[in-house]
């Protein structure tokens, strides 16, 4: 079982990204997906988090949603900004997402970078 996150990158204040989490070996469809991220120094931190069923939790800014058709997950960030700037990862687990712990998959991570 692999998760993977892709869709990092350099981008600018203001810029958006789209992250992407994809799975070999695990039906995504089934799981509460989370996006969590560490910026430097940091520990890590909870962002977002979709249930099986489509609803999501605590997005603040950004944006989660899944397409079923694709056993993919999406992190849509708008408005970037320099304090966004972090690891970002996905992990899944069976249960729902009401708290941060107790994620069973984890993927490698990628680098969000925003800078001017």
């Known amino acids: 079982v692999q998760l993977q996150a892709s869709g990092g990158g350099l981008v600018q204040p203001g810029d958006s990204l789209r992250l992407s989490c994809t799975a070999s070996?695990?039906?995504?469809?089934?799981?509460?997906v989370a996006w969590f991220r560490q910026a430097p120094g940091k520990g890590r931190e909870w962002v977002s988090c979709i249930n099986s069923d489509g609803s999501t939790l605590y997005q603040g800014r950004f944006t989660i949603s899944r397409d079923n058709a694709k056993n993919t997950v999406y992190h849509q960030m708008n408005s970037l900004k320099p304090e966004d700037t972090a690891v970002y990862y996905c992990?899944?687990?069976?249960?729902?997402?009401?708290?941060?712990?107790?994620?069973?998959?984890w993927g490698q991570g990628t680098q969000v970078t925003v800078s001017s």
């Open positions: 070996g695990l039906n995504l469809n089934d799981y509460s």
């Open positions: 992990a899944a687990r069976t249960s729902k997402c009401n708290n941060a712990g107790n994620f069973r998959f």
